[in-house]
């Protein structure tokens, strides 16, 4: 259907919907911009159908300044999004993922806030042999970015394994009901090995796409699975999240929430970041059903004329809860039943050793910013390739950029013990409550996005904040703390208890009191704060922290109790209430 706003108007559609309505279902001239020698670069229109494909063009912006001096185009290399449904890979796959970065890649293994893997730094001659590997492997790009359903979160739960299994196993449903249904990614990067015989006839039997149609969603969406206690999946800033109702040790439906969401952008009042409302119940063998129908009616009134109010947080902002329920339940053919209540605990990770009901082990690393990368002191990364070798369980990426070894068996456990001691990796979690809670997206050199340093500062901050706390005795004091060098929120940093978002080089907006469970939005604190400035404007509140906090009171809770900033839930109240 054409696209109307609220109004009954028929606008001007966005550019990017142009692009995707001329793709001819995703293909545009990426085949051929492959084979274009002249060029480390493919086509700008191209460059927005990749996503849908999983891959991102980027370029080093650390040298680009000298290369446009040396009249040299500049440094064009490509990010690889792995899909990684609820973060679960074999030993081999970890194997394969860590010779990509040595053969293709630029050396780090990155663990995302989605649980999925990202390569980057792979040249454009590359690229292809690149996609055809992964695939090899049993694992694909396909939709891992784009205006489509991305990466299926799971809570990884390794002290509740039969539990994890039926939600692991539903997240690979979603997933796999929502993967698009073009040829077009099996065809560009998997029919041909040389790229030299392209496919240009076309079947005969026209092609659909299903459940998205041939402009599919008017922006990206997003979609977990949890099981209380645990938010590691951080539930409330998805498009759409399915939280777990147990009874009698099985998972007998999900609760489900709508129009989450985290990005923004700076002095645009208009939008804001949004916690997910809770919607309804539905039985496990409904949850396929639900999610179409939630996808189809945002794909047909999204809104498809301004990309910065495409998310279906808007849809249900602008049109109200109880609409968009009886839309979807029109869709469905059915009513949703009550939801049912539930409470989260935490949305961290909990770090060690834990053993599950049929005997078998668990180990949670700790993975600063979800880095795998060897340095001259910690061999990180030769360590978990060593692990993988004899590992005979799985792997999990949580959702905090951590890593779980999953399903040691009891006649494995020494053997990883020692590797573990070898490689530097057995005590890795033992760190500040700070640094344990953190998270930050890749920002510079190669996000183009990023307006400041993300993940390249903040373990220096951290590092200045934590002799702020260890100074007053708050070192093991768990808070939630993220950085984005941009305000679309790739880290989640507006549910944090403190986030920094990038403003410019060097300067970010410093926000506070986000729930320390991921269920309350933080508020803006300060605004284009110098990097030096920081610490100086931190240490009074935690020394009030110290001095004057409830007992069991978290950090988030005390500077709203305190007066720093006020408790926003409402996405629509976001940007009120500032103190300059």
């Given amino acids: 259907m054409a696209f109307q706003n609220n109004r009954g108007e028929n606008p001007k559609l966005a550019k990017n919907e142009t ?25 700008a229109d191209d460059t927005q159908l990749t996503k849908f494909h999983g891959i991102y063009q980027q370029d080093d912006r650390d040298i680009r300044r000298e290369r446009r001096k040396a009249k040299l185009e500049p440094a064009y290399s490509f990010m690889t999004r792995v899909r990684l ?20 890649a630029n050396g780090t293994l990155k663990l ?36 489509v359903n991305r990466n299926v979160m799971c809570n990884p739960n ?16 979603i997933s796999l009901h929502l993967t698009p249904a073009t040829k077009a990614y099996h065809e560009i990067w998997l029919e041909d090995e040389n790229g030299e015989k392209q496919k240009v006839t076309l079947d005969t039997d026209p092609e659909e796409e299903p459940i998205y149609g041939k402009t ?37 439906g999900y609760t489900v929430t709508v129009g989450g969401g985290m990005g923004m952008n700076h002095g645009q009042a208009k939008t804001f970041p949004r916690l997910a409302d809770v919607f309804g119940f539905c039985t496990p063998e409904q949850v396929t059903d639900v999610a179409e129908k939630i996808v189809t009616t945002q794909r047909d009134y999204g809104d498809r004329t301004d990309r910065k109010h495409a998310r279906l947080k808007y849809t249900i902002e602008d049109r109200g809860l109880d609409w968009f329920r009886g839309e979807v339940e029109k869709r469905l053919g059915y009513s949703l039943g009550e939801a049912r209540p539930f409470t989260f605990e ?98 510079l050199p190669t996000c183009g996005m990023a307006l400041a340093e993300a993940q390249r500062y903040l373990p220096d901050l951290i590092g200045e904040l934590e002799a702020v706390l260890k100074e007053i005795g708050l070192e093991k004091e768990p808070i939630t703390i993220r950085m984005t060098g941009c305000p679309n929120g790739c880290a989640r940093p507006y549910i944090a208890e403190i986030a920094f978002v990038g403003r410019a080089p060097g300067k970010y907006n410093i926000y506070l009191g986000g729930g320390f469970t991921g269920d309350r939005l933080n508020k803006l604190y300060k605004i284009s704060v110098k990097q030096e400035e920081i610490v100086g404007i931190m240490r009074p509140i935690f020394e009030r922290y110290a001095n004057e906090r409830y007992d069991g009171e978290r950090f988030s809770d005390f500077v709203i109790r305190a007066g720093y900033v ?15």
């Fill in 566 to 580: 006020a408790a926003t839930r409402a996405g629509r109240e976001f940007h009120d209430d500032f103190k300059e």
């Fill in 85 to 104: 449904p609820g973060g679960v890979c074999t030993p081999q796959q970890w194997l394969d993922m860590d010779a990509f970065c040595t053969d293709y």
């Fill in 216 to 252: 599919y969603l008017p922006r990206k969406f997003k979609i977990a699975v949890a099981i209380p206690p645990s938010n590691d999946v951080d539930l409330y800033a998805n498009d759409l999240g399915f939280v777990a109702v147990i009874k009698d040790d099985k998972i007998v």
């Fill in 346 to 443: 935490h949305n961290g990770d909990r770090y060690g050793w834990v053993d599950d009901e049929n005997g078998n082990s668990h180990l949670t690393l700790f993975i600063q910013n979800g880095c795998v990368v060897d340095t001259e002191d910690f061999p990180m990364r030769t360590g978990l390739r060593e692990i993988a070798k004899v590992h005979e369980g799985d792997f999990r990426l949580t959702g905090n950029q951590n890593l779980i070894i999953a399903n040691v068996l009891p006649a494995k456990r020494a053997v990883i013990e020692v590797l573990l001691e070898k490689y530097k990796l057995a005590n890795c979690y033992d760190q500040s409550g700070l640094r344990l809670n953190s998270l930050a997206c890749v920002a």
């Fill in 19 to 43: 692009i995707k309505e001329a793709s001819n279902l995703l293909r545009g001239t990426i085949a051929e911009g492959l084979l274009d020698q002249s060029t480390g670069a493919l086509a």
């Fill in 112 to 147: 995302t806030t989605r649980q999925a893997f990202q390569l980057h730094g792979i040249i454009k001659k590359n690229l292809k042999l690149t996609i055809r590997k992964i695939n090899d492997s049993l694992m694909d790009t396909v939709a891992a970015c784009g205006d």
């Fill in 158 to 173: 390794p002290y509740q394994s039969a539990l994890h299994a039926e939600a692991l196993d539903m997240a690979k449903a």
